[in-house]
């Protein structure tokens, strides 16, 4: 097994969060499952790790005893402001790959301008380089920090890879853009949910 991604639902049956997905390593779901924290709903067919005392079938996806309240709160990163931008520069309006996009300063750092969500803008190395310092050449959208539920909504426009074909029941996800293999989603800190 190549992933060992494991969906972490909330006592509801809904991802505690999209954004990041509630995805934890299975070493960390085997844990829960021991401290009596979560109960398995899905198991990889394929796949039971082993101690001196205990054999286990790997979960797929789990589910929280207990309600916690969903995560909302959204960090400033490339990737998110990919998705709040929908992948294109804010410039020329033009499509790229995030590792073709540049964080671009609307009043720049020369200029007092800092790093936070209502002065980021995505912007393609040709629009960033021709537009320099020059305050004049303006964003085609004005940037705002997006609410979680706003930033889940674009994000939801984009492709997403999970490691278990079950997980698709409970993401809501447009079916097209679901590929079933590893999950490549950046991992959930899950310490609120041992900690309870």
Known sequence: MSSGDVLLLNSDGSPLSIIPLSVVSWQEAIKLLI????TPIEFYSDWTVHSPTLAMQVPAIIITKKYHESATRIRFTKQNLYWRDNGNC?????HFNIKDLT???VTPKSMGGRKVWE???LSCCDC??????DISI???????KPTYYQLVSERRKFPISI????????LNWPEDLVTVGSSDEEKFNIEHVIKK
């Open 128 to 133: 960033n380089w021709t537009r320099g310092d």
């Open 163 to 170: 490691s278990h074909e079950s997980w698709k029941l409970f």
């Open 103 to 105: 964080l671009d300063h």
């Open 138 to 144: 303006r964003p085609n959208k004005i940037p705002r």
């Open 119 to 121: 002065n980021i803008v």
């Open 90 to 94: 804010q410039y020329c309006n033009k």
């Open 35 to 38: 401290l009596d924290k979560v």
